[in-house]
Structures are given as C-alpha cells and as structure tokens.
C-alpha cells in the first residue's frame, strides 16, 4: 500500500488517442503505485471528477483522469470526424498506454460505467478490477426495458446545446446537477464552482453534446456480461433520475460474481459530502497491488 506522504503532484499528458485526435490526461500519485483509471461519463470532462476523490484514491494508487473526445481540452472531432459510442471504450486504453500502464483498476460512472463494460467484455486482460455506478447493463435484445432517466431530466436535455454566455450557461449546469442529484446532497455553491473550473480548463464556455449525437451501435451486448470474470463493484445510487433502481442491481446481477453496495442518499452526481463513502466503496477492491479476489 502507497503510503499518504508519497503521492506526488499531478502529472499531465497529451494522448493519441486516434489520428487528428488528442486527449488531456493527467495522473496523480505516485507513478509506483497500481493504476487507477477514472471514465467519466457523456460530454463530461475528466475534471468532473471531484479533486476531494482523486486525492483520497491516490493515497493508495495512481490516479488518471482524462478528457473524452469532445470534452475539456481534448480535440473537438465530432463535427468533422463523427464516431461512434464505442470508440470512447478505445480511448481509455490509449490513455492506458500513454501512461505505460499494462493493467489498472478502471472505474465508471454513467456513460462511463457503460465503457468499462465493454473494456470488461473486449479488453479484459488490462483491468485488475471493475468499479460502474451511476449507470445500467448494456442493452440486451429481447428483453424487457429497464427504467431511463425521468421526464425531468429529458425535458432539460433538450436544452443542451442551447447557446449562453458563461454565467447562463454555469447557471444552467448547476440546475442540471440539482435535478441529477435527484433529492439527495446538493451545495449550488459547490457545482457552480465546478462548472467555473472546468470552463476555465477548457478555454471554452460552448455546451458541449456530441455525445448525445454520436452513433450508439455497438451497445447491445448485454447477454456477454455473463462470461465477465474481472471482479466487479456495482455501486447503486438509489436516487439517481437517470439509471434509476434496478438498473444497479440488474448489472450485478448479469455479472459472475459482482458486488454490489448501496451508498443512501447518491444520485447522478458527486457531492463532497458522499465522497467519503464513495471512495470506500471503489478502495474496497482496488487499495491492493494485486487483483482483489472474488468473494
């Protein structure tokens, strides 16, 4: 175990991740210690992961948060280069190898949880372990449809990519981020905070949506969960409007072996005031060098 007083300051990386493609990184801690990637989740920048998380994970490993495509500092393709969902999934092993990291402990939140679902089915040999929350299982054909994201939240979506200047649209996202909290911990000072920081980062206040508009195929491979052998952590968010119970616990359930724990009070969203238990829940399985077992 990497003690506190090793981790180091953040390191940043640019990433090919394909041609004409270059993606932010950054991995903080000390770079002896197990990898930790973080996949965060649609039009989200990888500085939505919290600061409070990053460090309490680094304590014992090195963290790497990163860009998608389209986000943050990393290069705007979509309008010239459309791609699909599931090229995302190979951007966050590009990341992997910008960092030399052969295997490392990946987690997920949202759109997120679902590419590291797809690095669990094609990819397995570079996760140690899995951590998804916030998000459902892959689609399977033929069976019936899990419950989506409230009318609320798809009432707002479609206002996304609607222009404002910086304080309306940071105004906006706070919303956004009250509606995705879902009742549970919310502090507007706190996410209008974040929102500031990462326009800041992005040299850009333009709402960000290629996401929403890439080619979702690829994304119905449900019924391979069942030959997952990397051990999984499913954390449920029992108030999250978007992948609302039993998402949570129908993941858990398709995967061999998964863990899954409840944090009360989580929605789609990471408040200071959960991070603790959050952090608990992911260093569960990954505060080790070595794969955790299966229980």
Same mark, same amino acid.
């Given at each position: 175990?990497?003690?506190?007083?090793?981790?180091?300051?953040?390191?940043?990386?640019?990433? /090919? /991740?394909?041609?004409?493609?270059?993606?932010?990184?950054?991995?903080?801690?000390?770079?002896?210690?197990?990898?930790?990637?973080?996949?965060?989740?649609?039009?989200?920048?990888?500085?939505?992961?919290?600061?409070?998380?990053?460090?309490?994970?680094?304590?014992?490993?090195?963290?790497?948060?990163?860009?998608?495509?389209?986000?943050?500092?990393?290069?705007?393709?979509?309008?010239?280069?459309?791609?699909?969902?599931?090229?995302?999934? *190979?951007?966050?092993?590009?990341?992997?190898?910008?960092?030399?990291?052969?295997?490392?402990?990946?987690?997920?939140?949202?759109?997120?949880?679902?590419?590291? +679902?797809?690095?669990?089915?094609?990819?397995?040999?570079?996760?140690?372990?899995?951590?998804?929350? &916030?998000? *459902?299982?892959?689609?399977?054909?033929?069976?019936?449809?899990?419950?989506?994201?409230?009318?609320?939240?798809?009432?707002?979506? +479609?206002?996304?990519?609607?222009?404002?200047?910086?304080?309306?649209?940071?105004?906006?996202?706070?919303?956004?981020?009250?509606?995705?909290?879902?009742?549970?911990?919310?502090?507007? %000072?706190?996410?209008?905070?974040?929102?500031?920081?990462?326009?800041?980062? /992005?040299?850009?206040?333009?709402?960000?949506?290629?996401?929403?508009?890439?080619?979702?195929?690829?994304?119905?491979?449900?019924?391979?969960?069942?030959?997952?052998?990397?051990?999984?952590?499913?954390?449920? /968010?029992?108030?999250?409007?978007?992948?609302?119970?039993?998402?949570?616990? %129908?993941?858990?359930?398709?995967?061999?072996?998964?863990?899954?724990?409840?944090?009360?009070?989580?929605?789609?969203?990471?408040?200071?005031?959960?991070?603790?238990?959050?952090?608990?829940?992911?260093?569960?399985? &990954?505060?080790?060098?070595?794969?955790? +077992?299966?229980?």
């Amino acid at each position: 175990m990497t003690h506190p007083s090793a981790v180091r300051a953040a390191e940043e990386r640019w990433v /090919a /991740a394909a041609p004409g493609v270059r993606l932010w990184a950054e991995a903080t801690g000390d770079p002896g210690a197990p990898p930790f990637l973080l996949v965060m989740g649609a039009n989200a920048s990888g500085l939505a992961w919290p600061d409070a998380l990053v460090a309490r994970l680094a304590e014992h490993n090195r963290v790497i948060r990163y860009d998608h495509r389209d986000t943050g500092r990393s290069t705007r393709a979509f309008a010239t280069d459309p791609y699909a969902i599931a090229a995302l999934a *190979g951007d966050a092993l590009a990341v992997l190898d910008a960092f030399g990291a052969e295997r490392a402990h990946v987690a997920g939140m949202s759109l997120g949880g679902l590419l590291v +679902q797809l690095l669990l089915l094609d990819a397995p040999e570079r996760l140690h372990t899995a951590t998804v929350f &916030s998000t *459902g299982p892959l689609h399977t054909p033929g069976t019936p449809e899990l419950p989506g994201p409230t009318d609320e939240v798809m009432a707002m979506w +479609q206002h996304l990519g609607e222009p404002r200047d910086r304080e309306a649209e940071v105004a906006f996202n706070v919303e956004h981020w009250r509606l995705l909290s879902g009742g549970g911990p919310f502090e507007p %000072e706190e996410f209008r905070a974040l929102e500031r920081r990462i326009r800041d980062h /992005a040299g850009t206040d333009a709402p960000t949506v290629a996401h929403a508009l890439a080619d979702p195929s690829n994304l119905d491979r449900g019924a391979e969960l069942a030959g997952v052998t990397t051990p999984t952590l499913v954390i449920e /968010a029992p108030l999250d409007p978007v992948y609302p119970p039993p998402n949570a616990g %129908e993941l858990a359930r398709r995967i061999p072996g998964a863990r899954l724990v409840t944090i009360p009070g989580m929605g789609h969203a990471l408040p200071s005031r959960l991070i603790p238990q959050i952090a608990d829940a992911m260093l569960s399985r &990954s505060m080790r060098g070595e794969p955790a +077992q299966r229980p």
